[in-house]
């Protein structure tokens, strides 16, 4: 999902480690902006792919949802510099497993925030080296000139939130909606995995056998 090669099949799926993320966002009428950070280049994991803001959670934080909101806070403040978000007002999203053909796999859980007035966002300038804010079809527009580095996850979240005109319909619409976890396949055995939801093909890239 990340650029990363498929395993050889050879040993057992690695057992995704638990992570949670923020979609940041802020009226900006007409419409609403996101927040974007982009990961370090020399980072393993995502390196040079602009993401939400988020991490692992940690092995003493626990393994429910309150540990997964508390690490999405604690990640939101260090990687982009805003604090002040409540975990308890936090909306959940989304789930999204990793393949079980990748060797790095994450079982991440995607929240909604509104950004705290006043809040200024700050890149820690180590995990992440630039962030912006940006309505969906801005990014979307980015990425379809290759401006953007997207992964799967990040990319098909963005084209869902543009179908909503603002932040406060959006996270209506999530407060009702239930979430179920999107298990993406990889398809083909190229040098960079290309990945697909259920049910979706994936074409071929040249070279592929």
């Not at 510099?81 to 999203?93: E, F, H, M, N, S």
Request: proline share 9%; hydrophobic share 45%; with cysteine.
């Amino acid at each position: 999902m990340d650029g990363q090669r498929p395993t050889s099949g050879a040993s057992p799926p690695a057992i995704p480690r638990l992570a949670a993320s923020v979609i940041v966002l802020r009226e900006a009428g007409p419409g609403f902006e996101l927040l974007l950070v982009k990961r370090n280049p020399a980072q393993r994991f995502m390196g040079g792919f602009w993401v939400f803001p988020g991490g692992a959670v940690d092995a003493h934080e626990g393994a429910d949802e309150a540990a997964q909101r508390a690490a999405a806070v604690r990640e939101l403040r260090e990687e982009a510099g805003i604090a002040g978000v409540d975990p308890g007002r936090l909306v959940r999203y989304s789930r999204w497993i990793t393949p079980p053909v990748l060797s790095m796999r994450f079982d991440t859980h995607f929240f909604l925030a509104l950004a705290p007035d006043g809040a200024v966002a700050r890149c820690d300038g180590h995990e992440c080296v630039e962030l912006r804010w940006a309505t969906p079809r801005a990014l979307l527009a980015d990425y379809e000139r290759n401006a953007v580095a997207l992964a799967p996850p990040t990319l098909r979240q963005i084209e869902q939130l543009a179908t909503f005109g603002s932040a406060a319909e959006l996270i209506e619409h999530a407060r009702t909606h239930v979430v179920s976890p999107v298990l993406p396949r990889v398809a083909g055995s190229a040098e960079v995995a290309r990945v697909a939801l259920p049910g979706e093909a994936v074409a071929p890239a040249p070279g592929d056998v």
